[in-house]
């Protein structure tokens, strides 16, 4: 998968207060299309709201972070800065095909259950990791893209630990077993409308992900 970057003067901790995307990566999916991967910007909303309203029952099932209207999006991102959304799009179309989201910090809910598996939550270097790609879109290497593209805005942040947000359904083996492949590990099962693992990914600042990292040129 070729990958190559844009920036404008991008500093990686940097963050706009509106949300202005800083830094573009361009990827070839597996379908050979071209699919930009950057931050969530504040002009994504609408288009953010027709990307939640095709997912389909089986992947909104697994993907809950907030209600798919525009208002709860609003809401999510205008009243809370450590909200941050990354989405990837068809370079063709502009359409977002995936879209994930970090909390910085955790759930305030998941506290005790991640302190039973002797984790103590910190919300100054811990986040929490909601994915979702489009369903035509899965397996054609966009969130692993938009996963490590992330990364290295997290990194940048000095986060070292991240959660998964709600867990994973164990059932959803292939999602158990990317997560894995991407150094997850589990850290024990709940119920929650059926058996969910909790997942953590230690990061070790030394290692970058697994990118191969182009001449950045200016972006207009």
Same mark, same amino acid.
């Given at each position: ?12 901790d940097d963050i706009d207060s509106k949300y202005k995307t800083a ?24 288009? +953010?709201?027709? *990307? ?6 089986? $992947?909104?099932?697994? #993907?809950? =972070?907030?209600?798919? &209207? /525009? ?42 259950? +991640?302190?039973? *598996? ?6 100054? $270097?811990?986040?929490? #990791?909601? =994915?979702?790609?489009? &369903? /035509? ?54 119920q929650h409308n059926g058996p969910n693992y909790d997942m953590v ?20």
């Open positions: 998968m070729s990958v190559s970057y844009v920036s404008n003067n991008y500093q990686p830094i573009v990566m361009i990827i070839q999916a597996k379908n050979n299309k071209q699919v930009l991967v950057r931050r969530l910007n504040y002009d994504d909303f609408d288009k +953010l709201v027709i *990307y939640l309203s095709k997912l389909s029952p089986e $992947t909104v099932s697994r #993907f809950g =972070p907030h209600d798919f &209207d /525009k208002k709860a999006i609003l809401t999510m991102y205008e009243n809370c800065s450590n909200h941050k959304g990354y989405i990837a799009q068809d370079a063709e179309t502009s359409e977002i095909i995936a879209y994930s989201i970090i909390k910085l910090g955790y759930l305030e809910h998941d506290s005790s259950r +991640l302190q039973s *598996y002797g984790i103590n939550p910190d919300d100054t $270097t811990d986040c929490t #990791f909601a =994915p979702s790609v489009a &369903d /035509k879109w899965q397996s054609q290497g966009v969130g692993n893209s938009l996963f490590n593209f992330m990364l290295l805005d997290l990194k940048a942040k000095r986060i070292k630990r991240i959660v998964l947000w709600g867990g994973v359904q164990s059932n959803n083996t292939r999602a158990v077993n990317y997560y894995i492949k991407n150094g997850f590990r589990k850290l024990g099962e709940f990914l230690e990061l070790n600042p030394s290692l970058k992900p697994a990118l191969k990292m182009q001449t950045a040129r200016s972006f207009i």
